[in-house]
């Protein structure tokens, strides 16, 4: 079992940033593919950056260029850089711990103002 906590969600103005952080539980941390989702009002959920075990990641066309995910394993960290930040990107984000089976975050909100 994995329980996943994210933080740093808020209201920002286009252009801004902020940056998310998901704490993860348990000791085998680094062997989990770790992700973030969002899922805008009336909208699928959909992958916004996913990092693996080996610390490869990758990133929906819509954010490459302006988010970076980052992991920290001895702290059992996940982060999202989230830079120049568009009413568009306006969503719940969800943090997601991958291996056998998947494990999902509570979410947090975030607004971007135009």
């Known amino acids: 079992q994995v329980q996943l906590v994210e933080s740093g969600g808020g209201l920002v103005q286009a252009g801004g940033s902020l940056r998310l952080s998901c704490a993860a539980s348990?000791?085998?941390?680094?062997?989990?593919?770790m992700g973030w989702y969002r899922q805008a009002l009336g909208t699928q959920r959909e992958l916004v950056a996913v990092?693996?075990?080996?610390?490869?990641?990758n990133y929906a066309d819509s954010v490459k260029g302006r988010f970076t995910i980052f992991r920290d394993n001895g702290k059992n960290t996940v982060y999202l850089q989230m830079n120049s930040l568009k009413p568009e990107d306006t969503a719940v984000y969800y943090c997601?711990?991958?291996?056998?089976?998947?494990?999902w975050g509570q979410g947090t909100q975030v607004t971007v103002s135009s």
């Open positions: 997601n711990a991958r291996r056998s089976l998947s494990y």
């Open positions: 990092i693996s075990s080996g610390g490869s990641a």
């Open positions: 348990g000791r085998i941390f680094s062997t989990y593919t």
